[in-house]
């Protein structure tokens, strides 16, 4: 049985993020490694963006590092940082997770479009042939855009504030995975899966993401924003008889595809390993 305390041979996986108090990476992490044996703990790191080279070079000098989460704002920067990265990572021009190389440098790859998409089947929803719409064009956005168009889906929309980006996104789906893409306003008429890729709705307050207005019963609607309770946007969507998809779920369905990517060759990285590990 390992120690209840961090000792000299704990290694750390690190997360970051600005603002990163939000993030349930360290909690459910370090009740993973505790529920798998691993002498191991996750731990937040509040990086501002300009500081954002230098922290990851100096965390590549520890030698007990695993690995490292990356969340908003840094996911772009993370795959400009990186020295390899995955083709799929490659592709969407973003990271989630950087590794550790054993000659020096970095590793990253982004695993938020596998893990959305992943939840979706488990809940043996269909995903062929649907008209997708993609509320925010950022490193979430872009994978989720990606992961929907390699799944199935028969044409996949980018809606953002900052419509170039939404353009270069749109462009890069149509070119890259060969599938009907455009951009639209965020509004879930005539579109069955929906989805906010945006940090729209981590507040109560916040206006909806989406307008529902014409939202079908049959659609789908997913939320990355991970929260206690259903945001806003979800449970307007379930009043309506949709199936709906919180962040949590995503983040979860990428819990083994991380932990191989980080080495961690055994254990139970399964939302059901999670759920029991964090005594759910």
Not at 44 to 53: C, E, T
Not at 94 to 100: G, Y
Not at 233 to 253: I, K, N
């Amino acid at each position: 049985m390992l120690p209840k305390i961090v000792d000299g041979a704990t290694r750390l996986l690190g997360i970051v993020g600005d603002p990163v108090a939000q993030v349930r990476s360290p909690p459910l992490w370090s009740a993973l490694f505790r529920y798998n044996n691993i002498n191991a703990i996750c731990v937040p790191f509040h990086v501002h963006p300009p500081d954002f080279s230098r922290f990851v070079d100096g965390l590549r000098m520890a030698r007990n590092v695993l690995g490292l989460f990356v969340t908003i704002p840094h996911k772009l920067a993370a795959a400009r940082y990186a020295d390899a990265l995955t083709p799929r990572a490659r592709r969407v021009g973003t990271a989630n997770l950087l590794r550790p190389l054993p000659d020096g440098g970095w590793e990253g790859d982004m695993l938020d479009g596998f893990g959305f998409v992943a939840a979706l089947r488990a809940k043996d929803q269909r995903i062929e042939g649907r008209h997708a719409i993609v509320v925010g064009a950022g490193g979430v956005g872009s994978a989720i855009a990606f992961a929907l168009a390699e799944a199935g889906v028969a044409s996949v929309a980018i809606a953002d504030i900052d419509t170039d980006r939404a353009e270069a996104l749109s462009f890069r789906i149509l070119r890259l995975a060969r599938v009907k893409s455009l951009v639209s306003k965020a509004a879930a008429e005539g579109f069955d899966l929906i989805v906010n890729a945006s940090p729209m709705g981590m507040r109560e307050e916040d206006p909806s993401p989406v307008d529902l207005s014409g939202l079908a019963a049959d659609a789908i609607v997913g939320d990355v924003v991970i929260s206690r309770e259903l945001t806003p946007l979800l449970r307007a969507a379930r009043a309506r008889g949709c199936h709906v998809q919180e962040g949590s779920e995503m983040t979860d369905h990428q819990g083994a595809a991380m932990a191989k990517f980080l080495g961690l060759e055994t254990g139970d990285w399964s939302p059901a390993a999670i759920r029991a590990a964090m005594g759910e």
